[in-house]
């Protein structure tokens, strides 16, 4: 698979980069390209990765075994080695299966998601997306996160998300630090912030859609007139009233 990374445009995507491990990371070389796949080996594989995320939502990941795999999904267990290698790999190819449906989602989709829609409309789609993401394979995304912290940020897929948030920026709010500010606004998605809210917490997923679009509205509206009495202001006695002689 190609490593070269997207650009930040409106047109079909390119090739889409590998989520880990760091063989297929930026700067590590680009991959000879995989052969073309045959049908059947296609809906294998399709089988495979389905009855691995069907285990993976309902034990997490930790029960997912090949055999168990194999069983869930009608496929040799021979065939379920050969495809994938070990359970690491197939849960890696798990996460990059659905990375590259969410990046086809808004790179190449439908409006307000994908190109056709204004640029504030995208950017709340996407940052709605991308919660239902994380909540989907949060149990995958925090095993990984917790092996490897900082792997997220040199990943093909948070560039991917990095470059696509910063185009949206720059188009809301022209002249803006908008790399820096791609950065900050992806950083409470990392996925044991998400564990925290989601699990510890118990917020439902609209919640914490609706409080990620009240955070970035919080300025606009402390400098509209109706939002005034909200800001801290140094209190001012009240004159005295006059003296009334009788």
């Known amino acids: 698979m190609s490593t070269r990374r997207p650009q930040a445009g409106d047109g079909p995507p390119g090739p889409l980069l590998a989520l880990l491990p760091a063989g297929n990371a930026p700067g590590a070389g680009a991959a000879p390209a995989p052969a073309p796949e045959r049908a059947d080996a296609a ?14 939502a309902e034990k997490g990941p930790d029960a997912v075994t090949m055999n168990q795999v ?9 065939t379920v080695y050969r495809r994938f290698g070990d359970v690491s790999q197939l849960l890696w190819a798990l996460l990059d299966d659905r990375e590259r449906q969410f990046q086809e989602a808004y790179m190449s989709g439908p409006p307000p998601l994908g190109p056709g829609a204004p640029a504030d409309e995208r950017l709340d789609a996407f940052l709605d997306a ?9 149990a995958l995304l925090l095993a990984a996160h917790s092996a490897a912290p900082r792997a997220r940020y040199h990943s093909g897929a948070y560039q991917v998300m990095h470059t696509h948030t910063a185009m949206l920026l720059s188009r809301l709010r022209p002249g ?8 900050l606004l992806l950083a409470p998605f990392s996925p044991d912030l998400m564990h925290h809210l989601s699990v510890e917490q118990a917020l439902p997923a609209e919640r914490v859609k609706a409080g990620v679009r009240d955070l970035l509205a919080l300025r606009t509206r402390a400098a509209a007139p109706e939002a005034s009495p909200s800001v801290d202001t140094p209190w001012t006695p009240p004159p005295p009233r006059p003296t009334i002689t009788p």
């Open 43 to 56: 809906r294998n594989r399709r089988r495979i990765l389905d009855a691995a995320a069907r285990i993976v």
């Open 70 to 78: 194999a069983h869930a999904s009608g496929i040799g267990v021979g």
């Open 130 to 138: 991308l919660v239902d993401r994380v909540a989907e394979q949060r």
């Open 176 to 183: 803006c630090d908008a790399a820096l500010l791609a950065h």
